[in-house]
C-alpha cells in the first residue's frame, strides 16, 4: 500500500504545545457529517515529497460492532496517487498498526 494512517498519539503527547489532538472521548464520539483530518503517511516516499499529506474526511457512518468510521475524503492528494478526492476511508479512533487512526476533529479548513 502507497500509504497508511498516522498514528498521532504519540507526537502530540511529545510536542503537546505545538500539535493537539483532542481527547480520546471526543474522537470516539464524532457525527455523521463531522470532518476530521487524517495524516496520510507515504510508506516510500521518494525524494521532493512530503512525509504526510494531511487531508479532510467528512464521516458519513459509523459501524459500531467493529467501532469503526467510515468517511469520504474531500482534499484532492498532491503526493499520493491511489487517492482521489471522493474516495471512501475507514478509519477508527485509535488502534493497532495495521488499523487507521483518526487524527483530529476540526470542521476548519486550513
Do not use: C
Not at 57 to 62: A, L, N
Not at 69 to 97: H, W
Amino acid at each position: 500500500m502507497e500509504w497508511t494512517l498516522e498514528d498521532v498519539e504519540e507526537p502530540s503527547r511529545l510536542y503537546s504545545e505545538s500539535f493537539f489532538i483532542p481527547p480520546e472521548q471526543e474522537r470516539k464520539a464524532q457525527d455523521k457529517g463531522r470532518k476530521v483530518r487524517l495524516h496520510f503517511r507515504l510508506t516510500n516516499p521518494v525524494e521532493g515529497d512530503p512525509r504526510a499529506e494531511r487531508m479532510w474526511v467528512e464521516i458519513t457512518g459509523y459501524d459500531l460492532a467493529a467501532q469503526q468510521y467510515t468517511g469520504v475524503l474531500i482534499n484532492a492528494p498532491t503526493s499520493l496517487k491511489t487517492l482521489q478526492a471522493g474516495d471512501v476511508v475507514e478509519f477508527i479512533s485509535r488502534g493497532n498498526g495495521s488499523r487507521l487512526w483518526l487524527i483530529t476533529t476540526s470542521v476548519s479548513f486550513w
